[in-house]
């Protein structure tokens, strides 16, 4: 099995956490480190209490943010660190709260609380803990299941249906069959969470690289139908998009995969809470995205550049690449900015102003021939010159 490396913060805190009583490194950080994935957080648990733990890190700017559940946060060169007390969980509410804990010494025992194998694994600084001998077989044959009862584990809190899904997927690991089978029977539960905490864990399974398998493993535990009812239409060809632009484009625009979620079905989106620039970002693309293929001319491409902008034309351009060459497309916009191309009303070289000397002082008159002007020059770029203008304005008056 891999060994452990720490860093050299780690290894500090750690060594901080020994000195005053028990100290493990926990969770995520092990895991990755055991799959051979590098890291991006770390977290401690310890036997000592909140109190105690403040004292010692006193200079570390802790904070506390559980303080019912024992856990302050450190901040350390640059970096923010969670340190919460072993404890046993003894209730939860249908709502995922958990109304009664008990603190603890044991390791293992706090061990047993978590949800998946993968993730009860903790680290003293010289050997690994494992909730059990299963835990240790799981990593080692890249095995996800949920600890002890799967059941019981989703009924304690249904959003680790979701975080099975997204960390199969973004680990590349094999779900268990039997934790496929608890999470398809109680695929209902998922209800029971808010709409924020879905949507959290959604979008960070559309910002990885496995997105299309995350969505294909939504779609087939009857998940999918649950979050978004209507997402499932055509879900193959969406699924085989997400995985074009999970090979083609290695970025985390969640927008660009609500997109393919959303096509023909623009009434999930609802289902959502989106702040308000990615809401109108995602239906200016939906709205206009079946206009892509019929854009042939300069002239139709600065119209759309109006409606939508730039760089929305160009995420737009992006989706339509799974099953469209857009390379004309691309050229031809490029070409545009580069030429600096007139597109908007403030790229005349007119104003209302100008319009007025002619006599024209109806408001809506003005801005019927600003347009006017700006139809002229979208067709003809050399058009735009204020003398050239005002003398088309004038002979159209």
Do not use: W
Not at 19 to 48: E, H, Q, S, W
Not at 211 to 230: D, H, R, V, W
Not at 341 to 369: A, F, H, M, R
Not at 390 to 396: A, C, G, R, S
Request: charged share 35%; with cysteine; net charge positive.
């Amino acid at each position: 099995m891999k060994e452990i490396t720490l860093t050299k913060d780690v290894k500090k805190i750690l060594h901080i956490l020994n000195a005053n009583g028990k100290g493990y490194v926990v969770g995520g950080y092990i895991r990755d480190t055991l799959l051979g994935i590098k890291p991006k957080d770390c977290d401690f648990c310890t036997d000592m209490d909140y109190e105690k733990l403040k004292e010692i890190f006193k200079d570390y700017c802790p904070k506390e943010i559980g303080k019912a559940f024992g856990i302050i946060q450190i901040y350390f060169r640059g970096n923010t660190y969670e340190i919460a007390k072993l404890r046993k969980d003894i209730e939860f509410t249908k709502q995922r709260n958990i109304t009664e804990i008990k603190f603890i010494n044991s390791i293992e025992e706090d061990l047993q609380r978590r949800d998946f194998t993968v993730n009860a694994i903790a680290f003293d600084g010289k050997k690994l803990i494992f909730s059990s001998e299963i835990g240790r077989y799981d990593i080692e044959k890249k095995i996800l299941r949920f600890v002890g009862d799967a059941n019981r584990r989703i009924d304690e809190d249904p959003l680790r249906i979701l975080r099975a899904i997204r960390i199969a997927s973004e680990k590349n690991l094999k779900l268990l069959l039997e934790s496929k089978k608890a999470i398809f029977e109680r695929r209902e539960t998922i209800k029971r969470v808010s709409i924020e905490r879905i949507q959290e864990e959604l979008f960070k399974m559309l910002r990885g690289e496995k997105s299309a398998e995350a969505i294909g493993l939504l779609n087939l535990l009857g998940i999918l139908e649950q979050i978004l009812p209507n997402a499932s239409k055509n879900i193959e060809k969406k699924i085989e998009c997400l995985k074009f632009l999970d090979k083609n484009y290695k970025n985390e625009d969640v927008v660009l995969k609500l997109v393919i979620l959303f096509l023909n079905n623009q009434e999930d989106i609802g289902n959502l809470k989106l702040d308000g620039k990615r809401e109108k970002i995602l239906k200016d693309i939906l709205i206009n995205f079946s206009s892509i293929e019929m854009l042939k001319t300069d002239y139709d491409i600065k119209k759309m550049l109006q409606v939508v902008g730039k760089e929305t034309l160009l995420k737009m351009l992006q989706i339509k690449s799974c099953d469209y060459d857009i390379s004309f497309l691309k050229n031809k916009i490029d070409e545009i900015y580069l030429k600096n191309d007139p597109i908007q009303l403030k790229d005349l070289k007119i104003k209302g102003g100008d319009i007025i000397s002619l006599g024209v002082t109806d408001g809506l008159e003005i801005k019927k021939y600003l347009e006017f002007g700006l139809k002229k020059v979208l067709k003809n770029p050399e058009l735009n010159n204020k003398d050239i203008l005002l003398k088309l304005i004038k002979e159209d008056l």
